[in-house]
């Protein structure tokens, strides 16, 4: 069962086109109204550690109230995701438990897990 369910998270992933910065907005936090911060979903390819079903790059793009860009942070910060139990996003050497069954808007790392481990697949 975890073999199939990492194969199809695997097949949806590399479904993600690797310019997909506008496309794959996964968290939006509103500044004071008048400014958005999107965390985008970049790319993804299977993980390196085996502890996690998927690696990912995200990006930062902080944009005003008309949708121009007022900031791209050209940095690729990478994060690692166990969609399995117990669920888990890594950063910068960190694991944080997700609690699969909550919806979105907990918090940017809960929404990343399930933009990656939820999204319907084509």
């Not at 997909?20 to 968290?27: L, Q, R, V």
């Not at 944009?63 to 690692?80: E, F, Q």
């Given at each position: 069962?975890r073999?199939?369910?990492?194969?199809?998270?695997v097949?949806?992933c590399?479904?993600?086109?690797?310019?997909?910065?506008?496309?794959?907005?996964?968290?939006?936090?509103?500044?004071?109204?008048l400014?958005?911060?999107?965390?985008?979903?970049?790319?993804?390819?299977?993980?390196?550690d085996?502890?996690?079903?998927?690696?990912?790059?995200?990006?930062?793009?902080?944009?005003?109230?008309t949708?121009?860009?007022?900031y791209v942070?050209?940095?690729?910060h990478?994060?690692s995701?166990?969609?399995?139990?117990?669920?888990l996003?890594?950063?910068?050497e960190r694991?944080?438990?997700?609690?699969?069954?909550?919806?979105?808007?907990?918090?940017?790392?809960?929404?990343?897990?399930?933009?990656?481990?939820m999204?319907p697949?084509s």
């Amino acid at each position: 069962m975890r073999q199939t369910i990492f194969t199809a998270i695997v097949f949806s992933c590399l479904l993600i086109p690797a310019n997909a910065s506008e496309n794959h907005i996964f968290y939006t936090a509103s500044v004071e109204g008048l400014r958005t911060v999107n965390l985008n979903l970049v790319s993804s390819d299977v993980a390196r550690d085996g502890d996690f079903d998927v690696d990912v790059v995200i990006t930062v793009v902080e944009k005003d109230s008309t949708g121009n860009s007022l900031y791209v942070d050209r940095s690729r910060h990478s994060a690692s995701i166990r969609c399995g139990a117990p669920a888990l996003v890594k950063v910068s050497e960190r694991n944080y438990n997700i609690n699969s069954l909550l919806s979105a808007g907990i918090d940017w790392k809960h929404d990343l897990w399930l933009a990656v481990c939820m999204s319907p697949m084509s």
